[in-house]
């Protein structure tokens, strides 16, 4: 790929999706980090699959690789690995917030729920999710799980 987007992985980020994607490495026409940097792009600017620039590999080939991964649970496997990585990096315990008892009417205070509020803002910076361009939910949610793997990459990465 010659052009370089703000959506690009960079070097740091790919290693880590590498051994994802690709746990065996062979020659392909086009590179999985390309794809991988499309389906970004594509999530990012919330462009049509045919609207991608002309840098990345053909869109029928990213949307290809999105449909397999998608099915695979690949996705998932990526999120999965950066969740624990980032944990381990800011010794992150788990800890489940229950709501109180009380009556539904009265307004209570959710303590840390601002956090779970924060994350969901931050997909909003994806236009592909903002405006829901889906047809298929398993589809959006393959998109919200690669915003929140880029998410995390940006995190891993500083």
Avoid at 52 to 67: A, L, R
Wanted: hydrophobic share 40%; with cysteine; aromatic share 14%.
């Amino acid at each position: 790929m010659n052009k370089e987007y703000p959506t690009n992985l960079t070097e740091k980020q790919w290693q880590i999706l590498q051994k994802i994607l690709e746990p065996t490495t062979r020659k392909r026409k086009y590179s999985l980090r390309d794809i991988m940097n499309c389906i970004l792009y594509i999530n990012k600017t919330g462009c049509q699959w045919r609207m991608t620039p002309k840098d990345f590999p053909p869109h029928n080939i990213v949307f290809y690789y999105f449909t397999k991964w998608k099915r695979e649970g690949v996705f998932e496997d990526i999120m999965d690995t950066l969740r624990e990585k980032l944990r381990v990096l800011l010794g992150c315990k788990l800890e489940v917030v229950l709501r109180p008892d009380e009556s539904p009417k009265k307004f209570n205070v959710i303590p840390l729920r601002w956090i779970v509020e924060r994350s969901f803002a931050w997909l909003y910076n994806f236009r592909r999710i903002a405006l829901d361009y889906e047809f298929h939910s398993e589809s959006s949610e393959a998109m919200i799980q690669n915003a929140f793997a880029k998410i995390m990459l940006n995190k891993l990465s500083n």
